[in-house]
Nanobody
Framework: QVQLVESGGGLVQPGGSLRLSCEASRIIFSYFNMLGWYRQTPGNERELVAAIIRSGRATYADSVKGRFTISKDNNKSTIDLQMNNLKPEDTATYYC??????????WGQGTQVTVSS
């Protein structure tokens, strides 16, 4: 069974940091084309924040470049998102996504990040 379980969200002040973690089933971690983080605010579409493709190359949304870092831990089967210098506009529900080699997408349940003083 393919599962993605996020953790690490919460309330943080502007300028602060949070680290999100997504634990993936071993099968999806072994046979993925893309692992990534998306975010969504009410009334808006889900948008890409950062992703790692199978070659290991990472891509980031322009709004988070230089502040967020995506990484994966092969031993723990996790996809982590380190978020630094957080801004109020980073407030959103963050979702982990995996795309397998067949092109099928899998989503986690989401974790809330709120940046507020």
């Amino acid at each position: 069974q393919v599962q993605l379980v996020e953790s690490g969200g919460g309330l943080v002040q502007p300028g602060g940091s949070l680290r999100l973690s997504c634990e993936a089933s071993r099968i999806i971690f072994s046979y993925f084309n893309m692992l990534g983080w998306y975010r969504q605010t009410p009334g808006n579409e889900r948008e890409l924040v950062a992703a790692i493709i199978r070659s290991g190359r990472a891509t980031y949304a322009d709004s988070v470049k230089g502040r967020f870092t995506i990484s994966k831990d092969n031993n723990k089967s996790t996809i982590d998102l380190q978020m630094n210098n957080l801004k109020p506009e980073d407030t959103a529900t963050y979702y982990c996504k995996a795309r397998d080699v067949g092109g099928r997408d899998y989503w986690g349940q989401g974790t809330q990040v709120t940046v507020s003083s």
